[in-house]
């Protein structure tokens, strides 16, 4: 089959034939329908998340199940399925106690490439040949069950990949924020988990939702979901301030962002941080004021899959949460490398790679 391979970090990226294994007990091979392109693609591509190459990235995954491995029983041949990025080992203290998001062998084995078992089933020239998250840009994928949610029949979109990772980012980051009834929240960061935490705020009962970016264009479609939007760059860190919101969701994932969301944030309110810093970047907070305003700082790792994706999905199914209103363009697998520069340079929310 044809993958994407990422042989070196920022080099190029060659479509190469690929042998996939079949799935071994708990696994399921997808056919790929669509795969979202997300930040953290462009990361491991850029080397700041250092999984080992050679490897296929995309973990946004849209499919069709063609094979099923031992002990498969939530799923069958001919379901159509999406992938979060985040599969749960189910045994561990974390997936026991209903915290799949922070399931300790999905944590051990990600950043190394590898699936739940520390293997994969990808093999380049008989080497074997590494993933992130589920090496969705490719045409065919091997999964962990506990990682999928089925598509209902209604929704035909493939723009429902995105689910996975921005779908499932926003929805744990405002069940983190909860309760956000009546309340003003304020969104740092209006990329796709940015839109998505938008749409969920909305849900969940957010007065107001006060939306900051540095590009006008990503702030024009946060207006479209009816934000009020300001342009960090132009405007004053005293005018920011001022909104004084009460939840601050943070999602670009900068320690200057992170600053702002704990001195913007109202006495006693929450701060909840999604977006990730590089790794040795450390964010300067003031104890005194926290202590002095009674705030709140937590952080928020993704969603759990067998949990939050179903629920998500009747919303999607409803026509509530949008999941098209993240993806601006689509690409063929050939063209991958201009995607991922389409996102660097901030021209796209989401794109979704059709192998
Ligand atoms: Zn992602
Ligand atoms: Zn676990």
């Not at 296929?56 to 094979?67: L, S």
């Not at 069940?175 to 309340?183: E, L, R, S, T």
């Not at 705020?201 to 946060?222: C, F, H, M, P």
Request: glycine share 12%.
């Amino acid at each position: 089959m044809k993958a994407a391979v990422i042989r070196n970090y920022n080099g190029e990226i060659s479509v190469q034939d690929v042998e996939v294994e079949r799935p071994r007990r708990g696994e399921v091979m997808l056919k790929i329908i669509a795969t979202g392109l997300c930040h953290s693609d462009l990361s491991a591509y850029e080397g700041k998340i250092p999984v080992p190459t050679p490897f296929v990235a995309g973990h946004e995954i849209f499919g069709e199940i063609v094979d099923i491995g031992e002990g498969v029983t939530n799923f069958s041949v001919g379901d159509r399925v999406i992938m979060a990025f985040i599969k749960p080992c189910g045994k561990c203290e974390y997936c026991v106690k209903g915290q799949e998001n922070l399931c300790e062998n999905y944590g051990k084995n990600v950043l190394r490439g590898k699936m739940l078992d520390g293997t994969t089933r990808l093999r380049l020239r008989g080497a074997e040949l590494n993933i992130l998250g589920g090496g969705g840009f490719s045409e065919y994928a091997v999964i962990e069950e506990t990682g999928l949610a089925k598509v209902p029949n209604e929704i035909s979109d493939e723009s429902i990949a995105v689910l996975g990772c921005a779908g499932l980012t926003g929805y744990g980051a405002v069940n983190n924020a909860m309760p956000i009834f009546g309340k003003r929240v304020m969104v740092i960061g209006v990329g796709g988990v940015g839109m998505s935490v938008i749409q969920w705020a909305k849900i969940a009962g957010a007065r107001e939702i006060i939306a900051v970016d540095i590009s006008d264009e990503k702030l024009k479609n946060a207006r479209e979901l009816g934000a009020k939007i300001i342009n960090s760059n132009i405007t004053s860190k005293e005018q920011v301030e001022n909104e004084s919101p009460d939840v601050v969701i943070e999602v670009a994932g900068t320690t200057k962002t992170e600053e702002m969301a704990v001195n913007v944030v109202k006495k006693g309110g929450k701060v909840v941080f999604v977006g990730l810093p590089n790794v040795n970047e450390a964010v300067r907070i003031y104890g005194a004021s926290v202590v002095r305003k009674g705030i709140t700082i937590t952080g928020s790792y993704g969603g759990r899959p067998r949990i939050d994706l179903p629920a998500m999905m009747e919303y999607v199914k409803k026509g509530i949460f949008r999941p098209d209103l993240l993806v601006s363009k689509r690409y063929s697998l050939e063209e991958l490398p201009r995607a991922l520069r389409d996102l660097a340079e901030g021209r796209i929310v989401r794109g979704l790679i059709n192998p």
